[in-house]
């Protein structure tokens, strides 16, 4: 049975590592982890549905050449991009905090330790 580590591990001791790391850190930042990864579901989302936009704004606006559903459109085009952007903003921020949270707890028990 392949374990869902060992994908991205080369060998047992770098499993054994991050099953520590994650069994010591992963419920103290579990809702960060949920915003992050909500976050994420939101910009796929996002992205498949500006990719869905294309063709309203290929058949409508120059096809038909209709002026109201270009401004529409428009608007559309950038109310996505701006909670893309917003989203993205909020994941990387949300896993740059925990990542560096973890390194300084980490670096405090070398500190304490010595």
Do not use: W
Not at 22 to 37: D, G, H, K
Not at 81 to 93: A, R
Not at 96 to 105: D, E, F, K, T
């Amino acid at each position: 049975m392949i374990r869902p580590i060992s994908l991205f591990v080369k060998s047992r001791d770098e499993e054994s590592i991050i099953r520590r790391i994650l069994s010591e850190n992963a419920a103290a930042y579990r809702n960060q982890y949920i915003l992050a990864i909500l976050c994420l579901i939101v910009i796929a989302g996002l992205t498949a549905y500006s990719a869905a936009l294309m063709k309203p704004i290929v058949d409508d606006v120059f096809m038909v050449a209709n002026m109201s559903a270009a401004y529409t459109l428009s608007l559309i085009v950038i109310v996505v991009f701006v909670i893309k952007g917003l989203m993205t903003y909020f994941q990387s921020v949300s896993l740059a905090r925990i990542g560096n949270n973890i390194v300084a707890s980490y670096q405090r028990r070398l500190f304490d330790h010595l």
